[in-house]
């Protein structure tokens, strides 16, 4: 099956750092979006984002899917960043619709 | 508008009871989505229903099924529970057509314990 994965595992910032977050996908995917889980467990929409490059405030997203990579950039990172970072994928080709397929996460603290 | 809706937020069942979970998806979404989030095994999907009809499923045994009524609200039912079945069950909604946009939302999430 389709494999996602999400690097780095663990990140650790201090507040104002940048930071780069990447997930690979192993097959071609016609939708992909990021979240931000919060401490209480809710998936914060981030991104959907299938191809191209969008920005919301500090953080933006660009996606190739022709290489089968994205990636989440956060600048000027805040404490309330802190979280575990999801991207999930939902197949092109999987014989199905709204089936995503998750990365296991980056989980990022900032630190003031 | 409203978002995804997940009721009962916390749930504490024994081994061997069964358990009803309930989803209210966003207004005018038809596609409803369920998945389960555990340390080990991260989150998987279960099973996602459009206008009342499973169209997708997961590699879950038949002691997890769902349903989904006429208004797209959806409910998760599962039997026989298991320790290993603690977990946070997450239940996310969107527009669902073939070739529509296919965002998914999700909502908080219901945290279930099995003693």
């Known amino acids: 099956g389709i494999q996602v994965e999400q690097s780095p595992p663990d990140l650790i910032l201090q507040e104002g750092a940048n930071s780069t977050l990447r997930c690979n996908f192993s097959?071609?995917?016609?939708?992909l979006q990021w979240f931000h889980q919060n401490p209480w467990g809710q998936l914060i929409n981030l991104f959907y984002?299938?191809?191209g490059t969008k920005q919301n405030g500090r953080l933006s997203a660009t996606t190739v899917a022709t290489e089968r990579y994205s990636l989440l950039y956060i600048s000027s990172s805040q404490t309330t960043d802190s979280g575990v970072y999801f991207c999930?994928?939902?197949?092109?080709?999987?014989?199905?619709?709204?089936?995503?397929?998750f990365g296991a996460g980056t989980r990022l603290a900032v630190h003031p | 508008k409203a978002g995804v809706t997940q009721t009962p937020r916390y749930l504490i069942k024994t081994r061997g009871q069964q358990v009803t979970l309930s989803c209210s998806p966003i207004s005018g979404h038809r596609s409803v989505s369920w998945y389960q989030q555990t340390p080990g095994q991260g989150l998987q999907f279960l099973f996602e229903?459009?206008?009342?009809?499973?169209?997708n499923k997961g590699n879950f045994p038949g002691r997890f099924s769902g349903r989904q009524f006429s208004n797209s609200r959806s409910e998760m039912n599962v039997s026989t529970l298991e320790l290993g079945d603690s977990a946070l069950y997450l239940c996310?909604?969107?527009?669902?057509?073939?070739?529509?946009?296919?965002?998914?939302?999700f909502g908080p999430g219901t945290r279930l314990t099995v003693l």
């Open positions: 229903y459009f206008s009342e009809t499973q169209r």
């Open positions: 984002i299938p191809s």
């Open positions: 097959d071609s995917v016609n939708n």
């Open positions: 999930a994928v939902d197949l092109l080709f999987s014989g199905g619709y709204n089936k995503l397929i």
């Open positions: 996310a909604s969107s527009q669902g057509g073939v070739l529509s946009y296919n965002e998914q939302f």
